[in-house]
């Protein structure tokens, strides 16, 4: 069976400026396709923030997003970030498109709820990989910039692992190819109290990681995303480094069904 490989990019793999993009864009081009490209732009956004005067806040490695951090998130990542890998993409003669998961209403999310305000900040509330399969069938890589829509012409920001994770999920539940989420990170996967790389993670062992403070911050967010999209029928789920690609080498994220043999 062919296989879709869906790659989430952290921000702080994606530089401060082009000049710094062409290795990754190198590594990228190794991959088969069909390929689909998702990445953040977190570190970058604070730093413009900070150039704007305007202060990042955040909890349980979640950015509080207000109106004026919105349009700094929709800068960086939907503009500069998302256009400067691409540019780097087709120096390598990979063709990529640069889109937000707004656009053809790929991602349409609501204002999360709770007790802490997360100001505009979106969950998905479902996707629609229609305009997906058509780039992908064209011979296109989408790169896809994490923000999001509510239908009633509000943006949102939407952590990009999440992101990932819930096109994942609709494709697998699509059946459209064998699908294989890898999340790029500096980490090179999820590591142990010394410092190796966990080979395999489950549910269990992830909740011993967090209560020992092992696994904490942004990783959070990003375990939680992987293992969702693990329970809902991706074939292969990891943490990865980039540097070794087009394989995955990390950790392997396990769903319950597997865990618990």
Known sequence: MTTLHILKLGGELLGGDSSNLAPLACQLAQMPQPLLIVHGGGKQTTALAERLGIEAHFHNGRRITDAAMLDVLVMTTA???????????????????????????????????????????????????????????????????????????????????????????????????????????????????????????????????????VVRDGMLPKLDAAFAAADCGTAEVAIIATEHLPHARGTRILPVRRSAQ
């Open 79 to 213: 503009g500069l970030l998302n256009k400067r890998l691409v540019a780097a993409l087709l120096a390598q003669r990979v063709r990529a498109v640069g889109i937000a998961a707004c656009d053809g209403n790929i991602i349409c999310a609501t204002k999360r709820q709770g007790t802490i305000d997360f100001g505009y900040v979106g969950d998905p509330i479902r996707a629609e990989i229609a305009p997906l399969i058509a780039l992908l069938e064209a011979g296109f890589v989408p790169v896809i910039a994490p923000i999001t829509h509510d239908g009633r012409g509000q943006l949102l920001n939407t952590n990009a692992d999440t992101v990932a994770a819930s096109l994942a999920a609709q494709f697998a539940a699509a059946r459209w190819l064998d699908v294989r989420l890898w999340f790029c990170t500096p980490s090179g996967g999820v590591r142990d109290a010394d410092g190796a790389i966990i080979p395999a993670l489950d549910r269990q062992q992830l909740a011993q990681l967090v209560d020992r403070g």
